[in-house]
């Protein structure tokens, strides 16, 4: 399961030792693009108290809004898994895709062709520049695995989606799984 080569499309877990880091503690990033000038990734399971209608009363749904990362976080930005209907997107991977004409897609989510399942919404991204991730890779602050759930996961990732893939990893991981978030106050 473990991947050796960074690449997009693939999905970083912070490890257990990450704690305290207000945004990346007990994170999972899918990676949407990685090249020699750096890596740009969003975090799948860090949801916010807002919807998308909370930011933009235009877009007549409840749709989430996710803490993509540190990065930026003023401004909006969405994968999905329907770019026959969102034209100008970038394939991540797998049937995901970044971003596209967002005028279009406000359009199609208020017609109901877009559902929850088919995109998500986040405020900011996770960024690193040139080599900065193969750092911290070095230095075992993430685990790298390969998306599984391809294009599916939109629906998959959730709060408790760490505890999930850390779970999967097993082995000396299997302790982290039920341990509080802050063990300090264990």
């Not at 969405?78 to 991540?92: G, K, Q």
């Amino acid at each position: 399961m473990i991947s050796e080569k960074l690449q997009k499309g693939q999905l970083l877990i912070a490890e257990p030792s990450i704690i305290g880091d207000l945004s990346f503690n007990r994170s999972v990033i899918l990676l949407a693009d990685h090249n020699e000038e750096g890596s740009v990734g969003f975090i799948l399971n860090k949801p916010l108290k807002y919807t998308i209608q909370d930011l933009l009363p235009e877009i007549e749904a409840n749709f989430k809004i996710y803490n993509g990362g540190p990065v930026e976080q003023d401004n909006l930005y969405f994968i999905h898994n329907v770019p026959d209907l969102i034209t100008n997107s970038i394939e991540i991977s797998n049937g995901i895709f970044w971003g596209g004409n967002f005028e279009l897609t406000k359009n199609l989510i208020n017609q109901g062709l877009i559902k929850k399942k088919n995109i998500r919404f986040f405020l900011g991204y996770t960024g690193w520049d040139s080599e900065q991730l193969e750092n911290e890779m070095q230095s075992n602050s993430w685990i790298l695995t390969k998306n599984i759930y391809q294009k599916d996961i939109l629906g998959k990732s959730s709060v408790h989606f760490w505890k999930e893939k850390i779970i999967e990893l097993g082995g000396e991981y299997l302790i982290w799984s039920n341990a509080p978030e802050n063990p300090i106050l264990n």
